[in-house]
């Protein structure tokens, strides 16, 4: 990337990295370096270093994400104090010139960054954190909404059932995380309905993320024949639960390993909806796979005993109990896409078109997995996992540092006493300290509501300046 200022371009970096804990005598120091930020803006070609660059851009961002209330205006006040702190002529504070700059970003620039931060944290968890050596990736999904104008409605249409201007455009994504720390290394983005617009359409588009040998804990939905093979033909292995709406375990069959524990071969169907023949023809006849029977043992679970089908096949290497605990830690994912949409608010977006509402995700996930790498740092400092510290703590404690870091006259032993007791603070705020913790699933508080929007808002208030007319 040829940029017009070098010197500012590393200092603004610095910057950036510096807000996320990422100079210093610190772990996952190299999750986010000025090569991945320069490989990230190389799509930006030769944008003039005025107040709204590339990286202030991204860093206001950001700030805007990780405050509570996304405000635009916000955001730029703090670049405006941050300005003048620094003694530098301050910026306007209006929004035009920042909502600009975001808009001339490159959309590849915001999923470039995102995944090679989540990546880069991930390739360095501790191997402590891993389970029984292998690196287990979730998958899940969930939607998003989005403004209701006519772009994104033609790009994300509503559900069907809802009436013209009664709806919102909604989205579905699809992201691959990390179990050992948490990080996002893939996300997908489409359409809430259709034909390939599931949730496993969009896994088979990311799976390219996934090297041989590591394990895949997925949903019933997942442990179909097609998927459990094309998996398997990657070198990647499937815990999943068997879905009993298309398969029956007869454990009086197949190789037996244990007691409810054996080896089955699956015939493949005689057709697969979601490839073409010729694909259909190059899959082998039957593929062997592990069925085994997990017991339930603790109270406020509704299931007593599931079927989980894997290939791991080996019981010397993976036992019974081995297998329950990857299926368990699949409702991590649950979790770690509720801190995703309610604790950095990404549940209704606020983008006007397509591009401006992707490149919001994309914002997202970069700041998510910035906290996630701090929580890294803090647990591998504390000799802690780093699902055991809160994420609502990790994002809500540097906001109260960020200041201090900022400041130009501090020294590096200064900022490192800072980090180290930034650090201190995030690993206070534990999470995981009530095991096997159930509630009931029901509601206490009652709110009262005006209704529902029955009719489009223009029709409603035609019809509310009638009435006024008519009093």
Request: aromatic share 8%; charged share 25%.
């Amino acid at each position: 990337m040829r940029h017009s200022y070098p010197g500012s371009f590393r200092a603004r970096a610095t910057l950036l990295r510096r807000q996320f804990l990422q100079d210093g005598g610190l772990p996952f120091t190299d999750a986010l370096t000025e090569d991945v930020l320069a490989q990230a803006l190389a799509a930006v070609g030769g944008w003039l270093d005025r107040i709204s660059s590339p990286l202030v851009t991204l860093r206001v961002s950001l700030g805007q994400v990780l405050y509570p209330g996304h405000s635009r205006r916000a955001a730029v006040a703090r670049l405006v104090a941050h300005r003048v702190a620094r003694g530098r002529k301050p910026c306007s504070a209006r929004t035009g010139a920042y909502c600009r700059a975001r808009r001339r970003l490159p959309e590849a620039f915001f999923p470039a960054a995102a995944c090679s931060v989540g990546r880069a944290l991930d390739a360095r968890a501790d191997r402590r954190w891993l389970w029984n050596g292998r690196r287990v990736y979730l998958f899940d999904g969930t939607t998003v909404t989005m403004p209701d104008t006519p772009a994104n409605q033609a790009a994300y249409p509503q559900v069907y059932n809802r009436g013209a201007g009664l709806g919102f455009p909604i989205a579905r994504i699809g992201a691959v995380i990390s179990l050992a720390c948490g990080a996002v290394v893939g996300l997908g983005f489409c359409r809430y309905a259709g034909k390939g617009r599931g949730e496993v359409s969009l896994l088979r588009r990311l799976w390219g993320v996934l090297a041989p040998g590591d394990v895949l804990p997925a949903d019933r939905l997942t442990a179909n024949w097609a998927t459990t093979q094309m998996l398997r033909g990657r070198g990647v292995e499937l815990v999943s639960r068997l879905n009993k709406a298309h398969r029956r375990a007869d454990f009086r069959r197949g190789r037996r390993l244990g007691p409810e524990d054996h080896v089955v071969r699956w015939a493949k169907p005689t057709s697969i909806r979601s490839l073409d023949r010729e694909a259909y023809r190059g899959l082998p006849d039957a593929i062997t796979v592990r069925e085994a029977r997990v017991r339930v043992a603790r109270p406020g679970f509704r299931t007593r005993s599931v079927v989980v089908v894997t290939t791991l096949l080996d019981p010397r290497r993976t036992t019974t109990e081995d297998l329950g605990a990857p299926y368990r830690a699949r409702w991590n994912a649950e979790l770690d896409l509720r801190s995703i949409k309610s604790a950095l608010q990404m549940r209704d977006l606020r983008g006007k078109t397509p591009e401006l509402v992707r490149k919001e995700v994309w914002t997202h996930i970069l700041a998510y997995n910035l906290i996630r790498t701090v929580m890294a740092q803090a647990a591998a400092t504390h000799d802690v996992v780093p699902r055991s510290i809160s994420f609502t703590g990790a994002l809500q404690t540097p906001a109260a540092f960020q200041p201090s870091l900022e400041l130009r006259a501090a020294g590096a032993a200064h900022r490192l006493r800072l980090h180290h007791a930034l650090l201190d603070a995030i690993a206070a705020h534990r999470v995981a300290d009530r095991p096997d913790r159930y509630e009931p699933r029901v509601k206490k508080r009652r709110r009262n509501h005006y209704g529902w929007l029955t009719r489009p808002r223009a029709e409603m208030k035609r019809r509310m300046a009638k009435r006024a007319t008519q009093k």
